[in-house]
C-alpha cells in the first residue's frame, strides 16, 4: 500500500504566499514523476507542476515565475511553493506520484487534496 499525505493549504490573501507539502510512504522501491493538479469548482483539472526523478521540472503557463515544485528523493517528498497568489489560484490541490513498487509494479497515487483559497 501507498499513501501521499498532504499538508499546507489554507486561506491566504491576494499577493501572498503558501507552501504545499505531499510525503508518500508504504511500498516504495523508487518514484519517477511528482506533481500537483488542480481543480476549482465548475472547472476540470489542470496539471499545474510537475517535476521529474532528476529534477526537470514543468509548468503550467498560469503558474510560471510565481510556483516553484521541488522534491525530496530520500523522503519522497514533493512541494509546492506557491508566491504572489491570485484569486484565480483558489482550487483543490492534488498531490500525485508514480511509484514503483516490489516486482518493478508501477501505478500513479493520488494525494487527497488540499484547499486553497485566495481571498481578501
Known amino acids: 500500500q501507498v499513501q501521499l499525505v498532504e499538508s499546507g493549504g489554507g486561506l491566504v490573501q491576494p499577493g501572498g504566499s503558501l507552501r504545499l507539502s505531499c510525503a508518500g510512504s508504504?511500498?516504495?522501491?523508487?518514484?519517477?514523476?511528482m506533481g500537483w493538479y488542480r481543480q476549482a469548482p465548475g472547472k476540470q483539472r489542470d496539471l499545474v507542476a510537475s517535476?521529474?526523478?532528476?529534477?526537470?521540472?514543468n509548468y503550467a503557463d498560469s503558474v510560471k515565475g510565481r510556483f516553484t515544485i521541488s522534491r525530496d528523493n530520500g523522503k519522497n517528498t514533493v512541494y509546492l511553493q506557491m508566491n504572489n497568489l491570485k484569486s484565480e489560484d483558489t482550487a483543490v490541490y492534488s498531490c500525485?506520484?508514480?511509484?514503483?513498487?516490489?516486482?518493478?509494479?508501477?501505478?500513479?497515487?493520488w494525494g487527497q487534496g488540499t484547499q486553497v483559497t485566495v481571498s481578501s
Open positions: 500525485y506520484a508514480d511509484t514503483v513498487a516490489r516486482y518493478y509494479i508501477a501505478n500513479r497515487h
Open positions: 508504504g511500498s516504495i522501491l523508487y518514484i519517477n514523476d
Open positions: 517535476i521529474t526523478s532528476g529534477g526537470s521540472t
